[in-house]
């Protein structure tokens, strides 16, 4: 049984990317999972090691960094927090730098010049 909770909990992140849901919260994942929070809750802090929010906030910044590194001169940084779930702009900045250890900014500009490099390196 909860092997196939766990499951539901992946395919919802990995395939559905319900994290983009810029409102979403343990309670309507639980909701959207048709389970109970308090065991969706306690699986999610004893097989992530961590819980639901730090779980969310990870994978809208995988998704982050993926849509910056595909095309970091096209889309703003405002339009890839929001597209990746984000709330705000400000949230977006906080958790990029505390886990990257710089900001979007200077990330952007960092995939910018690798792209440079490629094209002139082929």
Same mark, same amino acid.
């Given at each position: 049984?909860?092997?196939?909770?766990?499951?539901? +909990?992946?395919?919802?992140?990995?395939?559905?990317? +319900?994290?983009?849901?810029?409102?979403?919260?343990?309670?309507?994942?639980?909701?959207?999972?048709?389970?109970?929070?308090?065991?969706?809750?306690?699986?999610?802090?004893?097989?992530?090691?961590?819980?639901?929010?730090?779980?969310?906030?990870?994978?809208?910044?995988?998704?982050?960094?993926?849509?910056?590194?595909?095309?970091?001169?096209?889309?703003?940084?405002?339009?890839?927090?929001?597209?990746?779930? *984000?709330?705000?702009?400000?949230?977006?900045?906080?958790? *990029?730098?505390?886990?990257?250890?710089?900001?979007?900014?200077?990330?952007?500009?960092?995939?910018?010049?690798?792209?440079?490099?490629?094209?002139?390196?082929?």
């Amino acid at each position: 049984m909860e092997i196939q909770v766990l499951d539901k +909990i992946y395919r919802a992140i990995e395939e559905d990317k +319900i994290y983009k849901q810029v409102d979403l919260n343990l309670y309507e994942f639980a909701k959207y999972l048709q389970l109970p929070q308090r065991k969706v809750s306690n699986l999610i802090n004893r097989h992530f090691s961590t819980g639901f929010p730090a779980l969310i906030q990870k994978h809208r910044l995988k998704e982050a960094l993926r849509r910056i590194s595909e095309n970091p001169k096209e889309l703003t940084l405002e339009k890839i927090a929001r597209e990746s779930g *984000f709330s705000s702009r400000i949230t977006f900045f906080k958790t *990029f730098k505390k886990e990257m250890g710089i900001s979007p900014s200077e990330y952007v500009q960092k995939q910018k010049n690798l792209t440079q490099v490629k094209n002139k390196n082929p």
